[in-house]
């Protein structure tokens, strides 16, 4: 079984830092593309949280727009774990932050990020 469970989620004020984590455990092995949604709670009804960021096997990255310059997706294969490094942050980035291996069903259950003075 597959599970992927995040960490790191917090309250931060504006101009603040977090970083997320997500461990990766199970029969996956390790070479698998991995990304970063959110959802706020104006998409509490939406099909699928917005996507922020990509790191792929080979280790290039992509992100959203508006993340760009301020989030850095990394990887420690030895661990098997990802991180979401979030700087800069602002109040539109709350959110609950979720990842996910891509081309399959596997998610984790998210933490909660919260940007607010």
């Known amino acids: 079984q597959v599970q992927l469970v995040e960490s790191g989620g917090g309250l931060v004020q504006p101009g603040g830092s977090l970083r997320l984590s997500c461990a990766v455990s199970g029969n996956i092995g390790r070479r698998y593309d991995l990304a970063w949604y959110r959802r706020t709670s104006r998409q509490a009804s939406a099909d699928q949280p917005d996507?922020?960021?990509?790191?792929?096997?080979?280790?290039?990255?992509e992100y959203t727009d508006s993340v760009q310059g301020r989030f850095t997706v990394a990887r420690d294969m030895a661990e098997n774990t990802f991180y979401l490094q979030m700087n800069s942050l602002k109040p539109e980035d709350t959110a609950i932050y979720y990842c996910r291996i891509l081309s399959t069903l596997y998610w984790g259950r998210g933490t909660q990020v919260t940007v607010t003075a």
């Open positions: 996507w922020v960021a990509t790191i792929r096997d080979d280790g290039s990255t």
